[in-house]
């Protein structure tokens, strides 16, 4: 079985300062997706972030980007210029694509990120 | 973009009642449709995969009847709640792909119901 772990339960950031949330995972497959979930106090899923195991490039998406490291098993995120609405959970979550891409994610227990002003 | 509408948001209910909570993709097809349990402060656990058509397939630890998933269409799935007890107070999630594409489509989540039962 797979599992996902972030070993950061709360970190905290200066407004326009750079953070960087760690992920590791373990999986015995060899192609996957990875992903970075941010949910608000509303506790709506908005995805910010993908990779496909496949590419070595990293992901980015505007301020955010990845640090995806396969041999390692580590997918950290980065927010860059970090601003007040980017205060919210933090999920790092994995799906295999055994399934042919129909398989469930498996999540990480979350980083809460406070943006100080 | 693709969405997903979850309803009821919150329902609160007594001891011994069944509840369903209905998962549909607005403009998109989804073969396949996920529910997740969210504890508070916790993360979210996979509950079921629903596969339209056919049997869902329940997690290791999920009472499958307990948590009756039907996926009549390619847009609607939805969770029973059965017999539903205070320690089944939970935040519900479901989630759907959208069947046309690429087979590595994101998952696209609704916007979740808050079980409460007193």
């Known amino acids: 079985a797979q599992t996902v772990t972030q070993s950061q339960p709360e970190m905290s950031v200066q407004e326009a300062e750079t953070v960087t949330l760690s992920c590791t995972y373990d999986?015995?497959?060899?192609?996957?997706?990875l992903f970075w979930y941010k949910q608000p106090p509303s506790r709506q899923m908005i995805l910010v972030i993908r990779?496909?195991?496949?590419?070595?490039q990293n992901a980015t998406e505007n301020r955010f980007s990845v640090n995806f490291q396969k041999a390692a098993k580590s997918f950290s995120l980065k927010i860059s210029d970090s601003q007040l609405g980017d205060a919210a959970m933090y999920f790092c979550?994995?799906?295999?694509?055994?399934?042919?891409?129909?398989?469930?994610?498996?999540f990480g227990k979350g980083t809460h990120l406070i943006i100080q002003p | 973009g693709a969405v997903v509408s979850q309803h009821p948001s919150r329902v609160i209910c007594k001891s011994g009642t069944s509840v369903k909570i209905e998962c549909r993709s607005l403009?998109?097809?989804?073969?396949?449709m996920f529910w997740y349990r969210q504890f508070p402060k916790k993360s979210l656990m996979l509950m079921a995969t629903?596969?339209?058509?056919?049997?869902?397939?329940?997690e290791q630890g999920v009472e499958k009847d307990k948590f009756l998933i039907n996926h009549a269409s390619l847009t609607l799935s939805t969770l029973t709640v059965t017999s539903a007890h205070p320690e089944d107070s939970s935040f519900y999630i479901c989630?759907?792909?959208?069947?046309?594409?690429?087979?590595?489509?994101?998952?696209?989540f609704g916007d979740g119901t808050r079980l409460s039962i007193l």
């Open positions: 989630s759907a792909r959208d069947v046309q594409g690429a087979g590595d489509q994101p998952q696209h």
């Open positions: 999986t015995s497959e060899s192609d996957y997706y």
């Open positions: 990779q496909e195991a496949y590419k070595q």
């Open positions: 979550a994995y799906s295999g694509r055994s399934g042919g891409g129909a398989d469930g994610l498996t």
């Open positions: 403009d998109f097809q989804a073969t396949t």
């Open positions: 629903s596969n339209e058509g056919s049997k869902a397939t329940y």
